[in-house]
């Protein structure tokens, strides 16, 4: 019995003897948006992917709206609630269309998978669908080749959207692309979530973007949470010396590079001395609904 | 002498000799077109072992050029009753080694023939033989178990082969590490293995009119017919028994030296060796041979280098009778092509349209030709004959295993007598011969070749041969194709070797010196 | 003849219709295979005479308007016995590509789509069969079975399998991580209609270059078989088998007999080469 | 470094092992009598069969016959030829020189060669890289039979220039009577090595790191040497690797139509004649051979690849 | 009038050969003074990367040049391939966008600090010498163990000062940065841009520096060049550009970029950029542009100056007024 549509606890997930994600918690709301940042390597793109099924997380526990969706589907009908609740777009927008498959197709596979709609009403809903995402009849029958990064990156979300998810997760779902473009795809979105309430997990390293994107913010450093919070906060007042930094080196006016090594070639020491804490208590001020980041973090 | 035109080939010409050798040389180099196997005698059964055991190790008789039988490490050969031969042993007789010839190592080399463990491959030689005794210090009885003149002649080849009792003994006797140690006019030197042998002139050979005048002999494999003509052309080595037919055409015109062609006892026959199925109606086998076009296939498989034969036995392995055998053979029908008649005959029989499976191999180019004419010829007269391709090893086994041979009808063969006895072909057409492969049987026949075989008289013999081969023919148990000539080319610097096809038996290199 | 060069996903030899004559040069290709194709099929048709039939008048006569390519030492009319021969070239490689071709796709793909257990048993089968040469493994069959088509062209369907397997399994593996085969798992479908339905047609027509380009290879390995009195037997008109009858004819400086299958081959294999390289081109093309 | 040598070593071990029993068991299940094979086709004697069964312990189970066989060949003893009547590894010993000549030399063909014209073909397009491509297709494209039978007409019968026959004694003699045989065993693979060659290179001329170094003001022949050719060494080590392993069986063509007597014609006539003992010895030394040559071709690489090397990694 | 350390005039880079004949720059004109950082920003095939290698000499295969590019005073483009040589050892100086692929991973760091040098005959001792120095410069520690390692044993950011180390090593009066820092993360990113900055500072170097972030740009640059579709579009301060910004789609940029001190949200400028070649005639932006009048589609804009600022855009002077 719960409000969140995605619940994350306590995620691990370490490949060999390196740890890539350890003790992940958070939890979104029905049609909230969280932002999950981090630098290279920090373990983003791993959490995502155990939430969507992708990779099996060595312990912890995925909820969506309440069901457990721990570990990797096994019969179809799992997978297939599992796909219902979550969808993914990614990064790359030029791999993530089979090269064989017109946009129309792509668009009514999903539809022909989860739901028993006749031929009309699927072209019908798929026709919805592309339009919604600003696709007209001359892409639908494109094959992806055809088609611009922006274009491309348009299809996948009406084929992540075709399923009616409750959550969409994002994973650097326009690092790929020109400014330009991903303005108009950041509009898209945010149009979207206006009109369906679906939730956004978006996985990011750009922090600018944050801002304009995410109600609360996730900051992950070298696997693990450091801080956590409503993105207007955390970026006023950034707690975490990882975040401070992460949040200083971000191109602008008055900008100081020289500065900013300098802090990080301190917190790098710092770390090294005290390798098991990589966040100090006091900067986790907000942990939603669970203590056990809090937790993992003061040991 | 005797000559053939071969189809619109130029005609070729027998040489009984070349010019004696005018003084010694001290390397040759001999081409044989495949590596031996082994130099022990008793595996010594085709033409490249023999061609280089001929000159090392010697026999009780002697097969001489002309090929006529004589005595050999046997001073003489003995026949008191018909089912006992007495061999006295030739004193003074050194093996390489430097020991002394006696007669236990006479009956130690052919006991050994008769052993399962060696498996000799002339075991059928002693197929007559009761027992192998030693009678003095230098005399071995051999006990018949019937009269067997063809034993006394068989010994001339490897069957009467004498190697030392105590080299037999030793483990890896013939192979490339131990070699021989015979009485030849050559000794075993070296065999490097896949490349050549290498002999030494042998200076206590007791036999002075046969001295060797080639100090040392090396015997080199070429496989591959094109890169043995090359290299006979080139110079590269001197001479070579067996040439490729391919090459004559150049062999011929070479400005180094001479192709000769000598007596041989090969015939080339098809063997119908299913006389029980198509071919068992003498009329379809008479047809058949009608149909073919010897000079055709003699053109196109011996380089034209042959005569078109008239009877299944060689008219060349009459040794023991040279000139009643020209008698014998004049008297045989003439074989002249016709198809229409043939096509004619196969009707008569009811054959048209039954089957003929021939088998053809790669083993050699003779045979796929072979098989490819008669097939044509076959065709034309109504029968439909099958080529069955059967791989080089099993083309072997098609003389050696009855089942082998099953499902086929019609087999080409080469074949070559070691003695110069026409009995020793015309003998295997004897009912239940181990090489009478269609099972051919006729009691008149059968009592002709044991009567032959109990004839000491080689005239006497002769004539009943004659018989035999008047039967072969009639009945078409083999249906003979043609007589090639032994072939030999030898380079200008040298002479003296034999051309005949007994060089696979007499030391022929002891005769081999320089032509100026 | 076993180191069968293999395709790599972005980088491939040359395809020489880039560099020379472009489409030209594949259109030439593909037409010419198809006229061989064609001339197997109705042999009895084109050939203008039996390719069995014995003219011993004609042995080893050169080219003629009667014998156009000439006749052969028993005077059978070569060009007859090349277009007969075309016959068993065909077939032969044919059957290989095929065999390999399935089998490699088979383990190759189901090694990298499992991964784990199941794709390191594979994998060490596959470089088992790595380690006897395609040509060591016919000449071991014919050993052992005898003579003939059949067995070597088992032995090379198994020995070719690992080369379109490791293929398969390399672009399988590198397919299987990018992003819109995940995004089909993420859409919920199960793990046989993704390989089946998207996967397989996307590795597709890499595989089918490295087997057109294979079939060359089988063919210049059973000629090769045959070359050496272990495939095709005789009399049957076989590419391979008539350099082999050939081959002494020579001598006789008659070179039509041996040396028009010889050019035969040369041709029918670079044709291959050149479509299959082309296919490979292509496709990193579009990738790019 | 030592460790991944080992691994390697015991995989090989494995590999031998299992294919030396499906060597071993594949000529078992021939059709037919093994004895009647090990007579040579020749008239046998039931009691010669039977000896013959003997002396070659055909009367065991199979795998009592296989754990004699391999126990064998592990001290080097092959087993006795039937038709030679010889130690096999004396027989293979004998004809190995010739067999391990020819490789060597056209080895150094195709490498060279391959090198050579792959390097041309790379750094002057247009005409020379046309020709060259041209040239590789077609000799890719011809079996080594085929261009044996060239090279025997052209060169030994037409022109004289090189013998007919022999494998030559001593270095030059060698060179000589080898170069026929090793141009027609390299044909094919010189086409190969230079098509690899020619790719490679123009995939690492198109790297990033190439440009760099021309805007670095790098002369273009160091350019070429030191960061083409020499990135460019991973490929053509591995296709070359593969190819002179694969020479071992394809010399057994080349010596067939040269009438060179060497380990493969070795193997071609035994398996004619089903001499059984010498084809499992042969064939067990070729995936020796095959594998060792992998091996070797694994631990070249770390040598040309700084990022193979198995001994250290880690980033600074 | 003293030469400009980097003038190009006027400079046109076209594909002729066969099927890909295609322009790439059109007319691009820009210049860099001694001890100034330039920047050059716009969105992909924007021709930045041309513009900039086409400074050393470096034309994409096949292509030519017209126009003028000098080097203080010495034109580039008709000089000969060992004078061209000599300018990329000593003269001018590149940096790559992703140093992982720029420096050969088959060969040692000291290698490829030291080639340029050894290139330039300086002996092996000296140039290891030299380039201990200069890893010490851009902060790597343990120089001269770090020359004897492989690229692969660094990760990017480190490789990126190697990467500087070795363009510093000729001593050139001019370096160009095309995307130094593209490939890392925002705070490896900051330190990289601080060592570059100091020592640019430090040796009085020119230097151009390519970005697609006008952020970065205005962060590091004196002045900022905007290329659209091959071709100039704005040149400004820093200062300016953001302040002022003339050309619509420097506006339209801007609003895209997202800001962290801003509410603004991004907002998406329409359609998507294009190429050069596949430009239509008039204003390459026409087809996205706000303000555009059917006269844009068909007169190709000119530079013109305004306000300190060169634009290109038909109807800047009325947009001003707006
Ligand atoms: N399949 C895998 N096998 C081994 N290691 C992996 C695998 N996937 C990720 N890793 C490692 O796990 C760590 C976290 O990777 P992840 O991709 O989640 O980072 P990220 O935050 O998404 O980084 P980026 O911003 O570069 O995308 C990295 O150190 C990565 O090398
Ligand atoms: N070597 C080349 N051959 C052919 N065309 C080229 C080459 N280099 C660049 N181009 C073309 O020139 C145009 C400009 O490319 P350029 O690399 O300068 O863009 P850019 O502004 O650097 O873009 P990015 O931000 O993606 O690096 C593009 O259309 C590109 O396709
Ligand atoms: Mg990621
Ligand atoms: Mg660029």
Known sequence: MTEYALEVENLRKTFGDHVAVDGVSFSLKPGGSLAIVGESGSGKTTTARMIVGLERPDSGRISVTGRDRSGVARGRATRLARARELQMVFQDPYLSLDPRVSVAQCVEEPLRLHFGMSPQERRTRRDELLERVGLGEREADALPRRLSGGQRQRVAIARALATEPKVLILDEATAALDVSIQAQILDLLAEIRRDTGVGYLFVTHNLALVRHIADDILVLYQGRVVETGPTRDVLAVPEHPYTRLLLHSVPRPGWDPAQIAADRRALAAALKETPAAPASPESLRHVPDTNSTERSAAQ | SPSGKGGDSAAFEITKDTPPAKGAVDTVTWSLYAEPQSLDYAYAFDYHPNTVLANVCEQLMRVTPDLKVEPGLAAAAANPDPKRWVYTIRDGVKFHDGSTLTADDVVASMRRHMDPKVGSYWVSAYQNVDKIEKTGPMEVTVHLKRPDQLFNEEMGTSAGTIESAASLAKEGYGTPDVGVNCTGPFSFESWQKGQSINFKKFADYWDKALAPKVSTLTMVFIPDPAARVNALLAGEVDGGYLLPPPGFPKLRTATNGTLYFGPNTTAVNLIPTNLKGTLGDLKVRKALSMALDRDGIIKAAAGGAATPAKAPGATGAWGIAPDAAKEYYAKLPALTRDVAGAKKLVEEAGATGKKIVIATSTLSPEIGVIANAVQSAGQAIGLKVELKAVAPEAYTALFSDPKAREGIDLVMTIWYDSTPDPLEFYGILRTGDFSNYGGYSNPEYDALVDEANAQADPAARAATIAKLQEIAVRDVVWIPLYEPPHSMFLNKRLTGAPTSISQLVYPWAARLGSAG | MTAVPTIHRRRFFAPLSRVVGGDKLVTAALALLALLIVAAAFAPLIAPHDPDAVDLSATLSGSTPEHLLGADQSGRDVLSRLIFGARTGLLGPLIVVIVSTVLGMLIGVTAAWHGGVVDSVLSRAMELIFSFPALLLAIILVAVFGVGLTAPVIAMSVAYAPYVGRLARSVALQEKTRPYIQAYRVQGWSGWVICVKHLLPNIAPLVLAQSAINFGYALMDLAALSFLGFGVQPPTADWGAMINEGAPSLLQGAMLPALAPGVAIVITVVAFSIVGESIADRVARREQ | MAGFLLRRIAGIAVTLLITSFLIFGSVHLAPGDPATFLMGGRSASPAALAAIREQYHLNDPFLVQYTKWIGGVVTGDFGKSATFRQDVGGLIAARLPTTLWLIGYAGLLILVGGLVFGTLAALRRGVVDRAVLVGTGIATATPSFVAAIGLISLFSVQLGWFPAFGNGTGFGDRLYHLTLPAAALALTFVGLVARVTRTSMLEELRREHVEVARSRGVPGSDVVRRHVLRNALGPITTVTGTVVAGLLVATSIVETAFGLSGVGQLLVSSVTVKDFPVVQAISLLVVLAFVTVNLIVDLVHPLIDPRLSHAKGGRA | ?322
Do not use: W
């Open chain 5, 1 to 322: 009038m003293t030469t400009r350390l980097l003038e190009i005039e006027n400079l046109n880079v076209r594909l002729p050969a066969g099927k890909a004949a295609r322009p790439i720059l059109d007319g691009v004109s820009l210049h860099v003074e001694r001890g100034e950082a330039v920047g050059l920003v716009g969105e992909s095939g924007s021709g930045k990367s041309v513009t900039c290698r086409a400074a050393l000499g470096l034309l994409p295969e096949g292509a030519t040049a017209t126009g003028a590019l000098r080097l203080d005073g010495a034109d580039i483009l008709t000089m000969s391939p060992a004078r061209l040589r000599e300018l990329r050892r000593r003269d001018v100086s590149m940096i790559f966008q992703d140093p992982r692929a720029s420096i050969n991973p088959m060969r040692r760091i000291g290698d490829f600090v030291t080639e340029g040098m050894r290139a330039g005959g300086v002996p092996q001792k000296d140039a290891l010498k030299r380039a201990e120095e200069l890893l010490e410069s851009v902060g790597i520690r343990a120089p001269r163990a770090a020359l004897r390692r492989y690229p692969h044993e660094f990760s990017g950011g480190m490789l990126q000062r190697v990467m500087i180390a070795g363009a510093l090593a000729g001593g050139p009066r001019l370096l160009l940065a095309d995307e130094p820092t593209t490939a890392l993360d925002v705070t490896t990113q900051a330190e990289v841009i601080s060592i570059l900055t100091r020592l640019q500072a430090e040796r009085d170097m020119g230097m151009l520096f390519v970005t697609h972030d006008l952020e970065l740009a205005a962060a590091i640059c004196d002045r900022i060049y905007v290329m659209y579709a091959g071709r100039i579009v704005e040149a400004q301060s820093a200062e300016g550009l953001f302040s002022r910004p003339r050309h619509p789609y420097t506006s339209g940029l801007l609003a895209a970029t997202p800001r962290l001190e801003s509410d603004e949200p991004p907002h998406g400028v329409p359609g998507r950029p294009v190429s050069l070649a596949e430009s239509p005639a008039g204003c390459a932006f026409a087809a996205r542009c706000a303000h555009v009048r059917p006269g844009c589609t068909q007169e190709e804009p000119v530079q013109r100056e305004i306000d300190g600022a060169q634009v290109a855009c038909l109807r800047v002077e009325e947009l001003i007024h707006d």
